[in-house]
């Protein structure tokens, strides 16, 4: 694998007398940027692949997860974060050579008709790189912009003149339709959810069009990614893994999760929520037909909360997934959990889960965090699924706006009263996403600048600033946010030695490890 995959090139057909030109003669070149290097085939590039094809243009891909350098390290950080694996099991082989080279020669021997790039905000400052890379001969070529961080900072990424098209909400007609215009030699400045740069240099804000039919879509072709991109760890195996949608969206209102603003978007524009879930006939269809033609190892809910189903739906559910029991990862909240949900999880062959726990201060959880659970409730989901075949864990969140030192310990103490045979949750270092309520108000307070991109390439980095809660206090608490839900509380005066990166501290973290056998799992980087 030292070289990207080739792209098929077909010549280009004769223009037709009667103006235009034939879909097969127009080149989309797909691009993902990831930073994680061990992340699923995206979804949505799956989806645009057989819109694309389907309509028949000619679709290329770019993928960069499999190179080793400066612009996209988070190699080393996700091995050191989860259960040991080897990538060399499934074949594996990493990229040594320059991958903004490599993308440059693709788009200049490809010769794309349009550049189409979704991001989420981390993966954007790669994509940014990956564009401003392009020698003056292949500035010309149209740059379209997607997904999350695209739908919440348009304006940002117009600023930064890598492309004159960002699409806000879904992609899938507005991507379809420009290629159809550009085509039929018609405009494209009036397509519904893209913001597009006129000549003139005016931004034309178009509104969002009708919101997408989930049980219209087709199924993602992956036929385009290397052979090695369909493997992902998990419990310190490697599997052939697939994410599959069954929900778009979330019902609810965190403010550390965009997934509000997404709902509020929709609803001003739309009228409705953006929160809907796709039929289970027709997700039970997609998983047999993708099993048969990528022979799935491990299935990846790509679903906030997977258990935001009533109990008809989650009987349905079960019962039809007992013709697949394909093992499986999901995350879901504590309340959505019952002993008897749990029991049906442990039939349908779930590999692992994940809840979100985010604080345990029942005040601030709700204040803030607009989660209106009890801690005696987050406790009894733990309870309904301790003991059972499939592993559990849990995620906190430390460092947000108005937290400090006493809040994050009231997390910690709630940690400690679940099932021991939980595995200690992980501490996320909360990140100021656009499009969150809770970057509003950390802007609002002074603590972060109010035109910063969290573009965390250290898992361990914290972006907020606050005089009650400093940084390096914060990244020291989230280091050893295992040791302290292990190490008995009378032993907690050298777990605040382990909360330093100095040599006595390195030391003291090691010889804890060691002792209360804690795994240092980065809940932001793998639930595995």
């Known amino acids: 694998m030292n070289d990207p995959k080739p792209i098929q090139l077909h010549p280009r057909p004769t223009r037709p007398k009667d103006g235009g030109r034939p879909h097969s003669d127009y080149r989309v070149l797909l691009v993902y940027p990831n930073i994680q290097q061990c992340a699923l085939m995206p979804y949505a590039i799956g989806l645009f692949t057989a819109l694309l094809r389907q309509d028949g243009f000619d679709v290329g891909l ?25 990538w060399a099991d499934k074949g594996v082989e990493f990229k040594k050579q320059d991958m903004l080279d490599d ?33 003056e001969k292949l500035r010309s070529i149209p740059v379209m912009w997607g997904g999350v961080f695209a739908t919440f900072a348009p304006q940002l990424i117009l600023n930064d003149n890598v492309g ?41 804000k178009n509104a969002l069009g009708p919101a997408i039919v989930l049980n219209e879509l087709p199924f993602p072709d992956y036929d385009l990614f290397e052979p090695e991109a369909i493997h992902r760890p998990m419990q310190g195996r490697i599997w052939r893994t697939l994410g599959i949608e069954s929900q778009r969206g979330c019902p609810y209102t965190c403010t550390y999760c965009n997934s509000p603003g997404q709902n509020d978007l929709a609803k001003r524009e739309q009228g409705t929520l953006f929160y809907r879930k796709k039929s289970l006939p027709k997700v039970m269809e997609e998983i047999a037909f993708l099993h048969k033609k990528y022979n799935i190892e491990l299935i990846y ?15 349905e559910l079960a019962d039809r997934y007992m013709d697949f029991k394909i093992p499986f990862w999901m995350n879901t909240r504590p309340e959505t959990m019952t002993e008897y949900r749990a029991g049906k999880l442990e039939e349908m062959n779930m590999l692992r889960m994940n809840f979100g726990i985010e604080h345990g201060n029942p005040q601030y959880r709700e204040q803030m965090l607009k989660r209106r659970v009890k801690n005696e409730t987050i406790i009894n989901g733990f309870k309904h699924v301790a003991g059972r075949k499939f592993k559990s864990a849990g995620n906190c969140i430390i460092g947000m706006p108005e937290e400090n030192r006493s809040l994050v310990f009231d997390t910690i103490k709630l940690c400690r009263e679940l099932p021991k045979d939980i595995e200690k949750t992980g501490a996320f270092i909360f990140a100021p996403y656009h499009g969150t309520p809770l970057r509003d108000v950390a802007v609002k307070d002074g603590y972060l600048p109010p035109d910063t991109i969290c573009d965390i390439q250290d898992p361990h980095a914290s972006m907020l600033d606050q ?11 989230a280091r050893t946010f295992g040791l302290y839900q292990s190490v008995p509380e009378s032993e907690w005066k050298w777990v605040e030695k382990a909360e330093h990166d100095t040599a006595e501290g390195r030391a003291v973290f090691e010889r804890l490890s060691r002792e209360y056998d804690v795994i240092h799992a980065d809940a932001r980087l793998d639930e595995g």
């Open 467 to 477: 005089p009650q809660f400093r940084k390096q206090e914060v990244i020291g608490l």
């Open 62 to 86: 770019f993928d960069s997860t499999f190179y080793l350098n400066d612009i996209n390290a988070n190699y080393t950080h996700y091995q050191t974060y989860v259960r040991a694996f080897d």
């Open 301 to 315: 809910w790509l679903v906030d909360t997977f258990l935001a189903l009533s109990s008809q739906e989650f009987d």
């Open 164 to 204: 004159d098209f960002v699409c806000v909400g879904e992609g899938e007609h507005a991507l379809v339709e420009f290629c159809r215009r550009q085509c039929a030699e018609k405009s494209v400045e009036d397509i519904p959810n893209l913001w597009v740069r006129a000549k003139n240099g005016h931004v034309k």
């Open 103 to 135: 993308f440059v020669r693709t788009v200049d021997e490809y010769n794309p008709d349009l550049i189409a790039i979704s991001v989420v905000e981390n993966t954007y400052p790669i994509g940014r790189a990956m564009i401003r890379a392009l020698p």
